[in-house]
């Protein structure tokens, strides 16, 4: 594939990782990286789906030791040795030299002559992109990305935690993720079950995005510590919502019929303490993160719910695409909202006529 090789970059857009090389000093590493915040190119779909597969299997996939969850709407390249990227990745941790790791990964013997075929444009989006995830690895950014496997649906799941105390209030300030909005043209790209895992939908512009990049691995919980917020050049930031300790993991809340009807096969682990949702039907029995249900018991939440949705919403449904479910969805929710502001409405009224 090749995304956009023939435009040119401009100067505006350019991440000079220059600025930042040699500093051997995490806290002036991470304070410099503050200056290159706004200066970002924005993505296509299609871009930011290939980009993230590509960012995720030359990072966070030889540091993790498996293969995360992929977009897969194209064939990845051939990547360089695990052992190779591991190698460079871990003395990029002791170093910070963030120019260095960012030439050796996107441009350098590491890349493979897949990305240094790549247009200049392409070269940038993936320097841009892999710098996100770059920041998952410097100490002073306050969170890292592991390994999960506490969920059924999940093979080679990831989490985020917390490496510092957070505060109420608070955004973690390099714990970002990119958006690009969906269009009935994209809806090809999204397939139920396997890659509609990081589908949100702005109430600011009143639309459907795909979100990527580290703060996509945050998952779910009921009772959250973080949530999302839209900022400016399409990016989603994450704000502290409740104090955070370190080792602790971030979380938000997805929404209120992600893992099915009422969140009935949720798996978080305040369903767990609580004996809701998926725990709700197994007897409140405990499952800690360590214990994995067979492949035979598995259930995939995603697929479940869709099925599901499909059903009440009626036959002409099954022909709807994922995003068109996913907006059908969206516009019942509305729907919903409505007509409990209308009781609220009209049970204020009678209660003001009483008082009269």
């Known amino acids: 594939c090749?995304?956009?090789?023939?435009?040119?970059?401009?100067?505006?857009?350019?991440?000079?990782?220059?600025?930042?090389?040699?500093?051997?000093?995490?806290?002036?590493?991470?304070?410099?990286?503050?200056?290159?915040?706004?200066?970002?190119?924005?993505?296509?779909?299609?871009?930011?789906?290939?980009?993230?597969?590509?960012?995720?299997?030359?990072?966070?996939?030889?540091?993790?030791?498996?293969?995360?969850?992929?977009?897969?709407?194209?064939?990845?390249?051939?990547?360089?040795?695990?052992?190779?990227?591991?190698?460079?990745?871990?003395?990029?941790?002791?170093?910070?030299?963030?120019?260095?790791?960012?030439?050796?990964?996107t441009v350098g013997e590491l890349a493979g002559n897949y990305l240094t075929s790549l247009g200049s444009h392409c070269q940038e989006l993936l320097r841009q992109h892999v710098f996100q995830y770059l920041r998952a690895f410097v100490l002073d950014s306050g969170f890292k990305i592991e390994s999960c496997d506490r969920y059924s649906s999940e093979t080679n799941g990831a989490k985020v935690t917390s490496t510092r105390h957070w505060f109420a209030g608070q955004r973690v300030e390099f714990l970002l993720g990119s958006t690009a909005k969906l269009s009935p043209v994209d809806s090809p790209v999204l397939r139920p079950?396997?890659?509609?895992?990081?589908?949100?939908?702005?109430?600011?512009?009143?639309?459907?995005?795909?979100?990527?990049?580290?703060?996509?691995?945050?998952?779910?919980?009921?009772?959250?510590?973080?949530?999302?917020?839209?900022?400016?050049?399409?990016?989603?930031?994450?704000?502290?919502?409740?104090?955070?300790?370190?080792?602790?993991?971030?979380?938000?809340?997805?929404?209120?019929?992600?893992?099915?009807?009422k969140n009935e096969m949720c798996e978080c682990y305040t369903c767990e303490r609580d004996g809701e949702g998926h725990f709700k039907y197994r007897g409140k029995q405990p499952h800690s993160e360590t214990t994995k249900d067979t492949v035979s018991q598995k259930y995939h939440l995603r697929e479940r719910y869709l099925c599901h949705h499909r059903e009440k919403s009626g036959p002409d449904s099954h022909n709807m695409g994922s995003l068109e479910v996913l907006i059908f969805s969206v516009l019942n929710l509305a729907i919903t909202c409505c007509k409990i502001c209308c009781k609220i409405l009209f049970s204020s009224c009678e209660v003001s006529l009483i008082l009269e």
């Open 193 to 261: 079950g396997v890659n509609d895992f990081s589908v949100m939908y702005s109430t600011r512009k009143c639309c459907v995005l795909l979100y990527l990049g580290p703060a996509a691995f945050i998952n779910h919980d009921c009772k959250p510590n973080c949530k999302y917020l839209a900022a400016e050049r399409n990016i989603v930031v994450v704000e502290v919502i409740r104090p955070i300790s370190p080792g602790e993991e971030f979380t938000c809340y997805y929404g209120d019929g992600f893992f099915g009807d």
């Open 2 to 105: 090749q995304l956009l090789g023939n435009q040119k970059n401009t100067g505006s857009d350019y991440v000079d990782f220059a600025v930042i090389n040699n500093q051997r000093n995490s806290r002036s590493a991470v304070q410099t990286l503050r200056t290159l915040m706004d200066r970002r190119t924005r993505m296509s779909v299609k871009e930011l789906c290939e980009i993230d597969d590509l960012a995720t299997s030359l990072v966070l996939d030889p540091l993790l030791g498996f293969r995360t969850h992929k977009m897969n709407i194209t064939p990845l390249p051939v990547t360089p040795c695990w052992d190779k990227l591991k190698e460079a990745l871990v003395q990029f941790q002791h170093t910070h030299d963030f120019n260095s790791i960012s030439e050796a990964l």
